[in-house]
């Protein structure tokens, strides 16, 4: 069946401008989480979401940063007034439920802020 | 916080070769510790999972122990192929949804 999917693949954009990251989970997950990946650097846990829960927003590294879930399935990463700092690749994961379940990631976003 | 060290930060092996990466965690309790592979310009995939009631766990050429007491866990992969080099996660979670992972390990195995 179809995995997870995430769009654009890649994004350029000039400091100052916003950006949505979109990512599509597998059908029938509850579960989805963002992360980010900068260059070299293992995956920071950015937002989970679990069904109609109110979200775990810890990791957003500042209120730039926000996301949504419309409707239990797709989720939007929306980050305003990008610096050069937020370059990285932005990963989004899925799993059937909450809890220790294998988490299963789209192929990423990257982003690069000029 | 939390903390999870992955040493080390690159290794290359001759094909056939073992490769063994570490991981220590800072949070005891953590109980459950999975590994992921990412392929160049992919998400990372799972590959192998232990369970804190386990000290070891194996799925053909690759293993994975635990030493709770320790605080390490392990990857082992044995006999390497050159479709083995990717970067290695390893990650620890608290018994909820989130998983803390480590660094990465690029694995490059020299034909």
């Known amino acids: 069946g179809a995995g997870v999917s995430q769009s654009p693949s890649n994004k350029v954009t000039e400091k100052g401008k916003d950006v949505e990251l979109r990512c599509d989970p597998i059908?029938?997950?509850?579960?989805l989480y963002w992360y980010r990946q900068r260059l070299g650097q293992g995956l920071e846990f950015l937002i989970y979401f679990q069904g109609n829960s109110a979200p775990d927003k810890s990791g957003l590294p500042s209120d730039r940063f926000s996301a949504e879930r419309t409707g239990g399935s797709v989720s939007t990463l929306t980050i305003q007034r990008t610096q050069q700092e937020d370059s990285a690749v932005y990963l989004c994961?899925?799993?059937?439920?909450?809890?220790?379940?294998?988490?299963?990631f789209g192929p990423g976003t990257r982003l690069t802020v000029l | 916080g939390e903390n999870v060290e992955q040493h080390p930060s690159t290794l290359s092996v001759q094909e056939g070769d073992s490769a063994v990466i570490k991981c220590t965690y800072s949070?005891?309790?953590?109980?459950?510790f999975p590994w992921y592979k990412q392929e160049l310009g992919k998400g990372p995939q799972l590959i192998i999972d232990i369970r804190s009631n386990v000290g070891e766990k194996k799925d053909q050429r690759i293993a994975v122990t635990l030493n709770k007491t320790a605080k390490h866990f392990s990857l082992h992969i044995t006999e390497t192929q050159p479709e083995d080099s990717a970067v290695y996660f390893c990650a620890a979670s608290p018994g909820t949804y989130k998983y803390i992972f480590g660094t990465g390990t690029r694995l490059k195995v020299l034909a």
């Open positions: 949070d005891s309790a953590s109980n459950y």
């Open positions: 059908s029938g997950h509850t579960a």
């Open positions: 994961a899925s799993s059937l439920r909450q809890g220790q379940n294998e988490q299963f």
